[in-house]
């Protein structure tokens, strides 16, 4: 059984910076798709916006929204990726879902579901607010 926790949200100012965690656990996936997606307030439930993709080969992708002030990594040690937010704005907040997926050969990454492939596993988020 995969699960995934998100930690890290939190209230802050304009300009101020988090780190969030995604630990995963009942897996072993020796390759596999992770992605970073954020819902914000008032959006159609829905609906997720793809922030930041990791693989097992470190190829990463972000949302033009965030290039240059996201940060996504992972630490295999812990089964966890991390994705550090710096320069936060207002219109980042959201609540914020890590996903997993194991890789055969294609990943969504920023998309819940692309090409036939699909996150089958999510965290339960964690919120992000900036003022």
């Known amino acids: 059984h995969v699960q995934l926790v998100e930690s890290g949200g939190g209230s802050v100012k304009a300009g101020e910076g988090l780190t969030l965690s995604c630990a995963g656990s009942?897996?072993?996936?020796?390759?596999?798709?992770m992605g970073w997606f954020r819902q914000r307030p008032g959006e159609d439930p829905e609906k997720v916006e793809g922030?930041?993709?990791?693989?097992?080969?470190?190829?990463?992708s972000y949302a033009d929204s965030v290039k240059g002030r996201f940060t996504i990594s992972r630490d295999n040690a812990k089964n966890t990726v991390y994705l550090q937010m710096d320069s936060l704005k207002p219109e980042d907040t959201a609540m914020y879902y890590c996903?997993?997926?194991?890789?055969?050969?294609?990943?969504?990454?920023?998309?819940?579901?692309?090409?036939?492939?699909?996150?089958?596993?999510w965290g339960q988020g964690t919120q992000v607010t900036v003022s």
């Open positions: 996903a997993t997926e194991l890789w055969i050969g294609f990943c969504p990454r920023l998309r819940p579901t692309d090409g036939g492939v699909e996150y089958r596993n």
């Open positions: 009942g897996y072993s996936y020796r390759t596999w798709c």
């Open positions: 922030v930041a993709f990791v693989d097992n080969a470190d190829d990463i």
